[in-house]
């Protein structure tokens, strides 16, 4: 029995904050930012808004179009590196937002690759099955950004994006997953404090600590270094070329990199679907967002070859293949 996406959904808070807004305390402007980013814009979280309610908007989104009813899930997976409390999981409290009684939840954390991940494991959980799962990616970076750092600040928007998976009838068929992790990087994308190896305390926002770090040239040559072997070697293994993909809807990074990434890819011919000059980086929400806004669009056509690739802190790679 082939798992299916049967219905997506996705939110972006009502705030937009412009480069302008963002520039100053970090020491850019408008124009430096979307030369090396390309972004313009990204959406902020109200004060009354925290990662599980993202996530619940985009959940009901999603189950709208599946057709389906809270009642309907048997678990829920929730992606987030920005949960609402350390514990208990953000899942649970999406749950509760949809009344989802019927279905058990919990959290995954492979931080931008998120959506893929969660994507992953309940295709996996879902095989052989006739039941019905909610995947949802969702972060709220801007209460871990420093105002102060160029490297961040300029990046991250918050944002949630859902799939409902569910037993194949005529859906965007889930043919394949592959997750990769490289440990030895686990210091390129960090929150140092917060922890149990560094409990917070006060002066950790004074040293930076409490906020979201990235050594973004490493993550660059990362990206464009091990992603390109990673792909080819998993579409040769589905019996797959780059001219095979019609459509390639990548973890929103940086615009910049994403043109160097198709490039190095050999994807040039395909669909490429950005969002991120509209909403910036959006953490494990950013291919779930995506992926929606393609299939809102009625860009993605009943056969096309949809490549899904997250990247991120970890170092993590996730990659699936849709037959949508």
């Keep these: 029995m082939t798992t299916a996406v049967l219905g997506t959904g996705s939110y972006l808070?009502?705030?937009?904050?412009?480069?302008?807004?963002i520039g100053p305390a970090a020491g850019v402007d408008d124009a430096w930012i979307q030369a090396k980013t390309a972004i313009r814009?990204?959406?902020?979280?109200?004060?009354?808004?925290?990662?599980?309610?993202?996530?619940?908007?985009?959940?009901?989104?999603a189950l709208e179009?599946?057709?389906?009813?809270?009642?309907?899930?048997?678990?829920?997976?929730?992606a987030t590196s920005t949960p609402d409390h350390l514990q208990p999981p953000t899942a649970a409290f999406v749950q509760h937002n949809l009344g989802a009684h019927n279905a058990?939840?919990?959290?995954?954390?492979?931080?931008?690759?998120?959506?893929?991940?969660?994507?992953?494991?309940?295709?996996?959980?879902?095989?052989d099955r006739e039941d019905y799962a909610l995947v949802v990616g969702a972060d709220t970076y801007s209460r871990i950004l420093n105002p102060a750092d160029r490297r961040t600040v300029i990046l991250f928007g918050d944002g949630a994006g859902a799939a409902v998976l569910g037993p194949s009838r005529g859906g965007a068929e889930i043919t394949s997953t592959r997750l990769h992790t490289f440990g030895a990087l686990n210091d390129k994308i960090l929150v140092p404090a917060g922890g149990s190896r560094l409990p917070m305390q006060a002066h950790h926002r004074e040293t930076g600590e409490a906020y979201f770090q990235m050594q973004g040239r490493d993550v660059k040559d990362?990206?464009?270094?091990?992603?390109?072997?990673?792909?080819?070697?998993?579409?040769?293994?589905?019996?797959?070329?780059?001219?095979?993909?019609?459509?390639f809807v990548p973890h929103?990074?940086?615009?910049?990199?994403?043109?160097?990434?198709?490039?190095?890819?050999?994807l040039e011919h395909a669909t490429v679907h950005r969002t991120l000059e509209t909403y910036g980086n959006t953490g494990a929400a950013s291919v779930g967002v995506t992926l929606d806004h393609a299939a809102r669009e009625g860009a993605l056509r009943p056969g096309d070859t949809v490549l899904l690739a997250g990247f991120g802190g970890g170092m993590a790679a996730g990659l699936a293949l849709l037959r949508w």
């Excluded at 808070?13 to 302008?20: A, G, H, K, L, Y």
């Excluded at 389906?68 to 048997?74: E, F, I, V």
């Excluded at 990074?253 to 050999?266: I, K, T």
């Design 104 to 127: 058990f939840a919990f959290d995954t954390n492979a931080v931008c690759s998120g959506f893929v991940f969660a994507l992953a494991t309940a295709e996996r959980m879902l095989r």
């Design 65 to 78: 179009r599946a057709q389906l009813t809270p009642d309907d899930l048997s678990f829920i997976v929730v």
């Design 252 to 266: 929103q990074a940086n615009g910049m990199m994403l043109d160097d990434l198709v490039v190095e890819l050999g």
């Design 13 to 21: 808070p009502q705030r937009v904050v412009s480069n302008d807004e």
């Design 41 to 61: 814009t990204r959406c902020y979280a109200a004060e009354h808004e925290a990662t599980s309610d993202l996530a619940t908007v985009a959940a009901q989104e």
């Design 222 to 247: 990362f990206v464009l270094g091990e992603l390109p072997p990673l792909v080819a070697d998993y579409l040769a293994d589905e019996g797959l070329t780059p001219a095979d993909i019609d459509h």
